[in-house]
C-alpha cells in the first residue's frame, strides 16, 4: 500500500554530479525520517545521509561536503544532490522512509527497489 519510487540515477564521469529523488505513496498517515543507503557489489549495505520531518540531517563522512539530503514534506519525497562523484560512490542506492500508515498504527521502514549509480571515465 506504500510506494517509494525512485529515480536520477545514471553513468556519470569523476567529479560529476547526479541528482536522486525518491517519492512515497500510497496510504500514508506521516512520514517521519527519510534516507538513502547503498550498497557496492560484495560490501554491506550503508547509510549515506538521513533528514527528519524538522529537517536535522546526518551523513556518511565519505559523503560530507559533497552530497546533500533535502526533502519536501508535502510531496512526501526525499532528494539526494551528489556532486564531486568518486569512483568508490559507484552503488546501488536505495531510498528509505519510515512511515506510519494510520494515526494508531506503529511507523514503519520501507525500501525502495534501488537506483544504480555509476561513476566511471
Known amino acids: 500500500q506504500v510506494q517509494l519510487v525512485e529515480s536520477g540515477g545514471g553513468l556519470v564521469q569523476p567529479g560529476g554530479s547526479l541528482r536522486l529523488s525518491c517519492a512515497a505513496s500510497?496510504?500514508?498517515?506521516?512520514?517521519?525520517?527519510m534516507g538513502w543507503y547503498r550498497q557496492a557489489p560484495g560490501k554491506q549495505r550503508e547509510l549515506v545521509a538521513a533528514v527528519t520531518s524538522g529537517g536535522s540531517t546526518n551523513y556518511a563522512d565519505s559523503v560530507k561536503g559533497r552530497f546533500t539530503i533535502s526533502r519536501d514534506n508535502a510531496k512526501n519525497t526525499v532528494y539526494l544532490q551528489m556532486n564531486s562523484l568518486k569512483p568508490e560512490d559507484t552503488a546501488v542506492y536505495y531510498c528509505?522512509?519510515?512511515?506510519?500508515?494510520?494515526?494508531?498504527?506503529?511507523?514503519?521502514?520501507?525500501w525502495g527497489q534501488g537506483t544504480q549509480v555509476t561513476v566511471s571515465s
Open positions: 528509505n522512509a519510515n512511515i506510519r500508515i494510520r494515526s494508531y498504527s506503529r511507523a514503519r521502514d520501507y
Open positions: 500510497g496510504s500514508i498517515f506521516s512520514v517521519n525520517a
